[in-house]
Protein backbone atom coordinates (compact mmCIF):
# COMPACT_ATOMS: atom_id res chain seq x y z
CA UNK A 1 0.00 0.00 0.00
CA UNK A 2 2.61 2.20 0.43
CA UNK A 3 4.57 1.52 -2.51
CA UNK A 4 1.06 2.96 -4.29
CA UNK A 5 1.17 5.91 -2.37
CA UNK A 6 4.59 6.77 -3.15
CA UNK A 7 3.90 6.24 -6.68
CA UNK A 8 0.92 8.27 -7.13
CA UNK A 9 2.22 11.29 -4.47
CA UNK A 10 6.15 11.45 -5.20
CA UNK A 11 6.62 10.93 -1.54
CA UNK A 12 8.42 8.60 -0.07
CA UNK A 13 7.01 6.48 3.24
CA UNK A 14 8.50 4.31 5.71
CA UNK A 15 6.62 1.67 7.80
CA UNK A 16 6.72 1.75 11.58
CA UNK A 17 5.12 0.38 14.27
CA UNK A 18 5.80 -0.47 17.34
CA UNK A 19 6.27 -3.60 20.24
CA UNK A 20 3.38 -3.15 21.93
CA UNK A 21 0.09 -1.13 22.34
CA UNK A 22 1.73 0.89 24.94
CA UNK A 23 4.64 1.54 23.15
CA UNK A 24 2.52 2.86 20.09
CA UNK A 25 0.52 4.87 22.52
CA UNK A 26 3.33 6.85 23.97
CA UNK A 27 4.80 7.11 20.75
CA UNK A 28 1.53 8.55 19.00
CA UNK A 29 1.66 10.97 22.52
CA UNK A 30 4.74 12.47 21.33
CA UNK A 31 3.64 12.56 17.80
CA UNK A 32 6.15 10.58 16.51
CA UNK A 33 4.38 9.37 13.35
CA UNK A 34 3.60 11.84 10.05
CA UNK A 35 0.71 9.47 9.58
CA UNK A 36 -0.72 6.77 11.90
CA UNK A 37 -4.08 4.12 11.78
CA UNK A 38 -5.58 4.16 15.06
CA UNK A 39 -8.59 2.51 16.82
CA UNK A 40 -11.74 5.51 17.28
CA UNK A 41 -10.35 5.97 20.90
CA UNK A 42 -6.88 6.62 20.41
CA UNK A 43 -7.64 8.96 17.81
CA UNK A 44 -10.11 11.20 19.89
CA UNK A 45 -7.77 11.11 22.88
CA UNK A 46 -4.45 11.70 20.38
CA UNK A 47 -5.99 13.70 18.49
CA UNK A 48 -6.54 16.52 21.58
CA UNK A 49 -3.20 15.43 22.93
CA UNK A 50 -0.42 15.24 20.12
CA UNK A 51 -3.16 17.82 17.19
CA UNK A 52 -3.24 14.62 15.21
CA UNK A 53 -5.98 15.17 12.38
CA UNK A 54 -8.18 12.68 10.88
CA UNK A 55 -7.45 12.80 6.78
CA UNK A 56 -9.65 9.27 5.61
CA UNK A 57 -11.82 6.24 6.96
CA UNK A 58 -12.51 2.68 5.82
CA UNK A 59 -15.25 2.94 3.25
CA UNK A 60 -18.82 1.28 4.23
CA UNK A 61 -17.47 0.41 7.77
CA UNK A 62 -18.81 0.80 11.71
CA UNK A 63 -17.41 -1.21 14.57
CA UNK A 64 -19.59 -2.80 17.24
CA UNK A 65 -18.42 -4.73 20.21
CA UNK A 66 -20.03 -8.11 21.23
CA UNK A 67 -20.21 -10.28 24.17
CA UNK A 68 -20.15 -14.00 23.98
CA UNK A 69 -21.38 -16.61 26.34
CA UNK A 70 -21.08 -20.41 26.02
CA UNK A 71 -24.30 -21.95 24.53
CA UNK A 72 -25.99 -23.66 27.77
CA UNK A 73 -25.27 -20.64 29.78
CA UNK A 74 -27.77 -19.74 31.99
CA UNK A 75 -27.22 -16.11 30.76
CA UNK A 76 -29.95 -14.24 29.25
CA UNK A 77 -29.39 -10.62 29.67
CA UNK A 78 -25.90 -8.48 31.02
CA UNK A 79 -27.55 -8.12 34.40
CA UNK A 80 -27.30 -12.27 34.95
CA UNK A 81 -23.62 -11.13 35.01
CA UNK A 82 -23.48 -8.80 37.76
CA UNK A 83 -20.67 -9.02 40.19
CA UNK A 84 -18.51 -11.71 37.81
CA UNK A 85 -15.24 -11.89 36.28
CA UNK A 86 -15.38 -11.07 32.42
CA UNK A 87 -12.44 -11.57 29.70
CA UNK A 88 -11.43 -8.66 26.96
CA UNK A 89 -8.45 -8.99 24.92
CA UNK A 90 -6.73 -5.96 26.23
CA UNK A 91 -7.67 -2.51 27.94
CA UNK A 92 -7.69 -0.16 25.04
CA UNK A 93 -9.19 -2.65 22.70
CA UNK A 94 -11.89 -0.18 21.37
CA UNK A 95 -15.08 -2.34 20.25
CA UNK A 96 -13.78 -5.69 22.46
CA UNK A 97 -13.04 -3.87 25.35
CA UNK A 98 -14.27 -0.41 25.61
CA UNK A 99 -17.42 -0.51 23.57
CA UNK A 100 -18.49 -3.53 25.51
CA UNK A 101 -17.35 -2.31 29.31
CA UNK A 102 -19.07 0.68 28.35
CA UNK A 103 -22.09 -1.38 27.57
CA UNK A 104 -22.08 -2.88 31.26
CA UNK A 105 -21.96 0.41 32.61
CA UNK A 106 -24.30 2.22 30.29
CA UNK A 107 -26.99 -1.01 32.00
CA UNK A 108 -24.80 -0.42 35.67
CA UNK A 109 -24.09 -3.72 35.86
CA UNK A 110 -20.69 -3.90 38.29
CA UNK A 111 -18.41 -6.93 36.63
CA UNK A 112 -14.61 -7.09 37.04
CA UNK A 113 -12.36 -7.15 33.81
CA UNK A 114 -9.90 -9.59 33.09
CA UNK A 115 -7.12 -8.78 30.06
CA UNK A 116 -6.02 -12.13 28.49
CA UNK A 117 -4.05 -10.48 25.11
CA UNK A 118 -6.35 -11.31 22.34
CA UNK A 119 -9.60 -11.76 21.00
CA UNK A 120 -8.45 -15.47 20.20
CA UNK A 121 -7.94 -16.10 24.23
CA UNK A 122 -11.29 -14.80 25.14
CA UNK A 123 -13.33 -16.71 22.93
CA UNK A 124 -11.18 -19.76 24.47
CA UNK A 125 -11.42 -18.77 28.04
CA UNK A 126 -15.30 -18.43 27.75
CA UNK A 127 -15.65 -21.82 25.82
CA UNK A 128 -13.61 -23.86 28.47
CA UNK A 129 -15.78 -22.09 31.41
CA UNK A 130 -12.61 -20.12 32.28
CA UNK A 131 -14.69 -17.13 32.45
CA UNK A 132 -18.72 -17.06 31.63
CA UNK A 133 -18.59 -13.99 29.43
CA UNK A 134 -16.22 -12.38 27.57
CA UNK A 135 -15.42 -9.42 24.56
CA UNK A 136 -15.01 -9.57 21.28
CA UNK A 137 -16.03 -8.17 17.52
CA UNK A 138 -17.92 -10.30 14.84
CA UNK A 139 -14.73 -10.92 12.93
CA UNK A 140 -12.47 -12.80 15.10
CA UNK A 141 -15.72 -14.43 16.21
CA UNK A 142 -16.43 -15.82 12.76
CA UNK A 143 -12.31 -16.03 12.13
CA UNK A 144 -12.33 -18.48 15.56
CA UNK A 145 -12.18 -22.43 15.39
CA UNK A 146 -15.33 -24.13 14.53
CA UNK A 147 -14.82 -26.35 17.67
CA UNK A 148 -14.45 -22.85 19.64
CA UNK A 149 -17.00 -21.05 18.02
CA UNK A 150 -19.72 -23.93 17.82
CA UNK A 151 -19.72 -23.72 21.82
CA UNK A 152 -20.57 -19.99 22.14
CA UNK A 153 -23.52 -17.54 21.07
CA UNK A 154 -23.90 -13.73 21.32
CA UNK A 155 -25.66 -12.35 24.21
CA UNK A 156 -25.28 -8.68 23.27
CA UNK A 157 -23.90 -6.10 20.49
CA UNK A 158 -23.36 -3.20 21.16
CA UNK A 159 -24.08 0.05 19.08
CA UNK A 160 -22.45 1.00 15.91
CA UNK A 161 -19.62 3.68 16.22
CA UNK A 162 -17.25 5.28 13.60
CA UNK A 163 -13.76 3.09 12.45
CA UNK A 164 -10.42 3.68 13.01
CA UNK A 165 -9.23 7.05 11.61
CA UNK A 166 -5.96 7.39 9.41
CA UNK A 167 -4.52 10.46 10.70
CA UNK A 168 -1.93 13.10 9.88
CA UNK A 169 0.47 14.88 12.97
CA UNK A 170 0.12 18.85 12.74
CA UNK A 171 3.33 19.14 11.61
CA UNK A 172 2.77 17.76 7.84
CA UNK A 173 1.93 20.39 5.30
CA UNK A 174 -1.73 20.60 4.21
CA UNK A 175 -0.54 20.19 0.46
CA UNK A 176 1.06 16.99 1.43
CA UNK A 177 -2.15 15.84 3.52
CA UNK A 178 -3.64 16.51 0.61
CA UNK A 179 -2.06 14.48 -1.69
CA UNK A 180 -1.89 11.23 0.76
CA UNK A 181 -5.60 11.79 1.04
CA UNK A 182 -6.53 12.15 -2.84
CA UNK A 183 -4.28 8.91 -3.25
CA UNK A 184 -5.98 6.99 -0.59
CA UNK A 185 -9.27 7.57 -1.53
CA UNK A 186 -8.99 6.95 -5.42
CA UNK A 187 -7.37 3.77 -4.74
CA UNK A 188 -10.21 1.48 -5.37
CA UNK A 189 -10.63 3.02 -8.74
CA UNK A 190 -7.89 0.96 -10.54
CA UNK A 191 -7.66 -2.70 -10.45
CA UNK A 192 -4.06 -3.02 -8.39
CA UNK A 193 -5.46 -0.50 -5.92
CA UNK A 194 -8.67 -3.01 -4.80
CA UNK A 195 -6.15 -5.89 -4.86
CA UNK A 196 -4.34 -3.82 -2.19
CA UNK A 197 -7.67 -2.69 -0.44
CA UNK A 198 -9.17 -6.53 -0.35
CA UNK A 199 -5.02 -7.49 1.15
CA UNK A 200 -6.31 -5.25 4.10
CA UNK A 201 -10.07 -6.48 3.65
CA UNK A 202 -10.74 -3.09 2.98
CA UNK A 203 -13.79 -2.62 0.92
CA UNK A 204 -12.62 1.32 -0.13
CA UNK A 205 -10.99 4.55 1.76
CA UNK A 206 -13.49 7.99 2.02
CA UNK A 207 -12.88 11.49 2.78
CA UNK A 208 -12.81 11.83 6.53
CA UNK A 209 -13.01 15.21 8.96
CA UNK A 210 -12.52 15.34 12.72
CA UNK A 211 -16.34 15.77 13.33
CA UNK A 212 -16.73 12.05 12.20
CA UNK A 213 -15.48 10.70 15.33
CA UNK A 214 -18.30 12.93 17.97
CA UNK A 215 -20.15 9.46 18.38
CA UNK A 216 -16.96 8.50 20.27
CA UNK A 217 -16.67 11.68 22.06
CA UNK A 218 -20.16 11.54 23.01
CA UNK A 219 -19.25 7.74 25.01
CA UNK A 220 -17.90 9.92 27.53
CA UNK A 221 -14.46 10.89 27.85
CA UNK A 222 -13.69 10.38 31.29
CA UNK A 223 -15.14 6.86 31.12
CA UNK A 224 -13.13 5.98 28.29
CA UNK A 225 -9.88 7.24 29.68
CA UNK A 226 -10.67 5.03 32.95
CA UNK A 227 -11.41 2.26 30.86
CA UNK A 228 -8.34 2.33 28.40
CA UNK A 229 -4.43 2.99 28.49
CA UNK A 230 -3.32 6.43 27.14
Excluded: C
Amino acid sequence: MLAELSLHTGLSFRFATAPSIPVFEQRLGRGEYDFAYMNPYHYVVFHRVSGYRALAKEQAKMLKGIIVVRKDANVRALPDLAGQEVAFPAPAAFAASILTQAEFERQRVKITPRYVSSHESVYRAVAAGLYPAGGGIPRTLEAAPDAVRGQLRVLVQTAQYTPHAIASAPRVSPEIVERVQQALVSMSSTERGRQILRGLTFSGIMRAEDEAWNDIRALDLKMLERLGTP
